[in-house]
């Protein structure tokens, strides 16, 4: 089982729909989750980060954690063709350690 | 405020040459990353630096590549001799000092593709 796993997509959604991206990880003692976006052949983007259970909203992007079940989503409202790029879905090890595990990412096409 | 840098952006080396590569992070930022992503798989942490000390090197894949951070300031990343497999992506993050249980955000760098021939 891999430590943080992803479905690679892609994901086509119509502009101006949501989008829901998925991540399930396998340490149930990880505490820290981020989502990275990353454009073709560009280095990953910070986009969101979430500690707690529940939901962490910021403009278009809503990030879920959920602990029990061990899954982080990431909601984008109203998407646009601009955000068509691989997000990746990174959870850190627990007990506070730097060392960030990362998914193979889901590729994101939003259609005009 | 300046982002994470990297130098250079390509490398194309031979088999068995020497390559170094470099990263400055945002400045005070006490902490340093490096991963690799090799095509086709995920990015994989190399090692951590906490201003000049290695944290965590559990991800370096051999005792050809050799990382340093003097001063605690930029970090250098050197592969030495190179092999076909070592091709990939070089990346850089660095974070804000931590306190506590918790990791803080990591912020990368444009990276430094690499080519062994």
């Known amino acids: 089982q891999k430590e943080v796993e992803q479905n690679s997509g892609p994901l086509s959604v119509p502009e101006g729909a949501i989008a829901s991206l998925n991540c399930t990880y396998s340490?149930?003692?990880?505490?820290?989750f981020f989502w990275y976006r990353q454009y073709s052949g560009k280095s990953p983007e910070l986009i969101m980060s979430?500690?707690?259970?529940g939901d962490k909203e910021d403009g278009r992007f809503t990030a879920q954690l959920n602990k029990a079940s061990q899954y982080v989503s990431l909601l984008i409202r109203d998407s646009q063709p601009s955000d068509s790029a691989t997000y990746l879905c990174?959870?850190?090890?627990?007990?506070?350690?730097?060392?960030?595990?990362f998914g193979t990412g889901t590729k994101l096409q939003v259609i005009p | 405020e300046a982002g994470v840098t990297q130098f250079p952006s390509h490398s194309v080396i031979e088999k068995g040459q020497t390559v170094t590569l470099r990263c400055d992070p945002i400045?005070?930022?006490?902490?340093l990353y490096w991963y690799r992503r090799v095509m086709g798989k995920e990015i994989k942490f190399l090692l951590h630096?906490?201003?000049?000390?290695?944290?965590?090197e559990s991800g370096m894949p051999n005792n050809r590549f050799l990382a340093e951070r003097t001063g605690g300031t930029y970090s250098t990343l050197k592969v030495q001799p190179a092999e076909l497999e070592d091709s990939g992506v070089y990346f850089c993050?660095?974070?804000?000092?931590?306190?506590?249980?918790?990791?803080?955000?990591?912020?990368f760098g444009p990276g430094t593709r690499l080519t062994v021939t």
């Open positions: 340490d149930r003692g990880s505490q820290s």
């Open positions: 400045s005070g930022h006490d902490n």
């Open positions: 630096f906490v201003k000049e000390s290695k944290q965590d």
């Open positions: 993050a660095s974070s804000r000092r931590t306190s506590g249980r918790q990791t803080y955000e990591q912020y």
């Open positions: 990174a959870v850190a090890q627990p007990g506070g350690y730097q060392k960030v595990t």
């Open positions: 979430i500690y707690s259970n």
